[in-house]
């Protein structure tokens, strides 16, 4: 086997949240060109369907589930139905703005319902369908730099992801000895829907491209190519890590 073939995930399935748009969609094409079968879920439905479609028009395996992170019993009844997931990519993610001072309790459930608690039962329902099947597998979970370093106006996403940090190397212990690798994708600002808004601030822009070493923010498919590697046996003896796709912003 070349280290070119450790890259493909034929006959793998990978189960991806937040695969409507942004990142998790660049995600899910990725896997499925190094041949996994993909299931695209996300809140709403149109743009993981037609995501779906077009895998499948391209002769692969594809298929689309609407599925709401914070709904931990949903979404074990559906890994218990529609598993095992060789792959997990614990994608789906919100943000929103506010200084430390004007969180509110609803806002910080809001964020850590969505990022840290969804993502911690996901993880835990595919592992212990993994385990029940005594199968292995990766499970990739999009953190961010803000998981490493703190930011302006984002404690409570902050909070939110160094606590994914914490739980993957958790996990990662925990779960080594039945074969699944656990861990993170900490990405700099990329381009999507997300981060758009914050973007219309040109002070913002500037003082975040400023930050990022490379000089300029990151496309989805730039995170894709972390998740195929994480995904695959490219990264066998890759666990509890963080992988930074930064553009150098902590190296400083
Ligand atoms: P995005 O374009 O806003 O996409 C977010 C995705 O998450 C959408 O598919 C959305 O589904 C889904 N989602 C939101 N809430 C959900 C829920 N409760 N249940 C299921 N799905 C839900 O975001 P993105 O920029 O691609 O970010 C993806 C991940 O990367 C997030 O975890 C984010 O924190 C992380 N990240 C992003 C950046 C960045 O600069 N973009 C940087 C670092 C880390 P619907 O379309 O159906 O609403």
């Known amino acids: 086997m070349t280290i070119h073939d450790k890259f493909r995930l034929d006959g793998k399935s990978a189960l991806i949240t937040g695969a409507s748009r942004g990142i998790g969609l660049a995600a899910a094409k990725a896997?499925?060109?190094?041949?996994?079968?993909?299931?695209?879920?996300?809140?709403?439905?149109e743009e993981t369907s037609a995501a779906a479609a077009a895998i499948r028009a391209e002769g692969r395996k594809a298929t689309s589930h609407v599925l709401d992170v914070r709904e931990v019993k949903e979404f074990s009844q559906f890994v218990e139905a529609h598993g095992p997931f060789d792959v997990l990519v614990n994608n789906a993610g919100i943000n929103r703005l506010a200084h430390c001072l004007d969180v509110s309790p609803v806002y910080f459930d809001d964020v850590m319902s969505?990022?840290?608690r969804g993502s911690f039962f996901l993880a835990q329902a595919v592992a212990k369908d993994l385990v029940a099947r005594q199968r292995p597998g990766s499970i990739i979970t999009?953190?961010?730099q803000m998981g490493?370093?703190?930011?302006?106006?984002r404690a409570?996403?902050?909070?939110?992801?160094?606590?994914v940090e914490g739980y993957t190397k958790a996990m990662a212990i925990e779960l080594g000895p039945h074969g699944i690798r656990v861990n993170t994708i900490c990405p700099t600002f990329v381009e999507t829907e997300l981060t758009r808004p914050f973007f219309e601030d040109a002070d913002f822009k500037a003082s975040v491209l400023s930050k990022i070493k490379l000089g300029r923010i990151g496309l989805p498919d730039e995170v894709a190519g972390a998740v195929l590697y994480l995904a695959s046996d490219a990264s066998s003896l890759v666990t509890g890590?963080?992988?930074k796709v930064d553009g150098g912003w902590t190296a400083e």
């Open 241 to 243: 890590s963080a992988l």
């Open 156 to 163: 409570a996403y902050c909070a939110s992801k160094h606590a």
């Open 114 to 116: 969505t990022n840290t």
């Open 142 to 144: 999009m953190s961010s």
């Open 148 to 153: 490493v370093v703190g930011g302006v106006q």
């Open 31 to 45: 896997l499925s060109e190094a041949g996994a079968d993909v299931t695209l879920t996300a809140l709403s439905s």
